[in-house]
């Protein structure tokens, strides 16, 4: 009971970094590395989002999951 406290403030920053991380735009492409090298994607999050939109059908379940939240920040 005397760690609720502390997990609860620990889930709050982990939250408040990862919706930062998000807010900024920026991706980690890490998942998709063969894909932007295959595709000759470069440039900022955005650019190589648009990029592997181009070739959808061809990703990496690993790397459709970093496009979708991509999809999230760059689709409106």
């Not at 440039?43 to 991509?70: I, P, R, Y």
């Amino acid at each position: 009971m005397k760690n609720i406290p502390k997990i609860a403030a620990l889930s709050f920053v982990l939250f408040l970094t990862s919706t930062a991380s998000m807010a900024s735009g920026k991706l980690d492409w890490k998942a998709c590395e063969k894909e932007v090298k295959e595709f000759k994607c470069s440039g900022d999050d955005k650019a190589v989002w648009a990029c592997l939109e181009k070739h959808d059908d061809k990703l990496s379940k690993a790397c459709q999951v970093t496009h979708e939240k991509g999809d999230k920040l760059f689709k409106k």
